[in-house]
């Protein structure tokens, strides 16, 4: 018989039920047996008929009981079904072994992070850029205001392009600042590099294709190509960037950061340029510009970019992770429109559309001139930092042991040691003397170069100085 207790706080057809499903699987009530009529329980219990009735409804719903016009409600024979032998215990489905994820993983963590100490007091890292209040304060009004001023409409499912807005102002920064003239159906939103890489795997490219990747270079780009069964080819790269006479002559599409090579930090030379755009003409393979971090150039004014040259082969990759925050998420693709329509349908299909706060609260950021600003404070910054990092090398008598490079742009420099440099004993020992240091074998497939990526965004000018003078030390 089922009970009421009038001092549990749970609603009373809740105690009923709990009983109900308790007198079923503990076998109580057995499979096939017949169960009182609603009526006649609620007299016996002394509760109206409704609250009786959800009780069955939930049961009913709930698979414990089956119903039919004459034979009433009776218990199902849902314990047959479900319940466990002594032989078989209940288990969650086998893992793969997935190998290949487990190393790229590993590689990506190790690249990203470096060996994590507690002690670390200086940190050279090249991956991060400069944050303060001032851009906190500016952004948190972009989304207030974004907040504010959107429509329910912009909470439906998204354009798979991205913002329409967004991709407005971001193809006016490009035409202004890059010289890169497209329509809006060239630029397709992305949520980072990896993201992009991802993209262009899945939709302009067959499995076991063949790409070139730059080596030394962006380990990102090479893992998420391994990741979807590319055939990865390491090309080297020298004090003029890429060697294009080096690309597999089976190359589907070839990675490259012409603008600050992404390891050693050196410019890709105007005659590598025009052999590369003129070999992707003649074998109709796709170039993949990343363009991470041309906008801080120090001599100069941002060199030209490849895509601007030949824009049918080329796709142009950027991020506001360098420009602005990683924790933003959102980069951009352009190129060709048939291609970033493939991409596009490919976005449809597996990650719909991005997140739309991020992207509303970027385009009142750039459309209220708070970007520009932004840039132009960042750049004075990284301005005297890389001047700080570049005095420190030369007067701690670092610039005599190691060969510097990559000084003219972007947010790191790269300091080269000779073949017999112990390139993870000395990194190890730096962090030992709480200086985080980047050495560039993480940045090698096949390479057998040695040294330091340094950044200086995130370090103000006096770390600089103390943690440069510390390795000179070490070293000297």
Sequence with gaps: MLKINREDKRPIWQQLLDQAIHNITTGKWQPGELLLPSRELALLVGVSRSTIQIVYEELFSRGYTVTSRRGGTRVSDWNSRTSFTEDVKPQGPITPELPLLNEAVSHLQSWFRGKEYQNVEIDFSPHEPYLDQHFQKNWRHSFLQASKETDLDSWTYGNAYGFVPLREQIGRYLSLERGVHVHIDQIILTSGAQHSLDLIAQALLNEGETVSVEDPGFPAAWMAMKYRRMNVVPVPVDD??????????????????????????????????????YMAAQQQ????EDD????????????PTLFSQQSQNTLYMMSFSKMIAPGIRISAIIGPQKAIRQLAQVQELTYRHLPIMEQLTLTHFIEHGYFMRHMRRVRN????????????????????????????????????????????????????????VYPLSHYCLESNRKGWVLGFAKVDESAIKKGIYRLAEMLL
Excluded at 252 to 261: A, E, G
Aim: glycine share 8%; proline share 4%; aromatic share 10%.
């Design 240 to 277: 003029y960037g890429l060697q294009v006479d080096h690309i597999h002559p089976q190359s589907k599409l070839v990675y490259v950061t012409p603008s600050h090579q992404c390891a050693v930090g050196v410019i890709m030379s105007e005659p590598r340029r025009q052999q590369l755009l």
């Design 285 to 288: 393979f796709w170039i993949v």
């Design 292 to 303: 991470y971090d041309s906008e801080f150039r120090y001599r100069g004014d941002p060199l």
């Design 381 to 436: 910054v990284y301005r005297r930092r890389h001047e700080a990092m570049s005095k420190a090398i030369s007067s701690s008598g670092l610039g005599e042991r190691f060969k510097l490079s990559g000084v003219e742009t972007g947010l790191h420099m790269f300091l080269e040691a000779e073949d017999s440099f112990n390139e993870q004993a000395f990194t190890n020992q730096a962090l030992e003397k709480g200086v985080r």
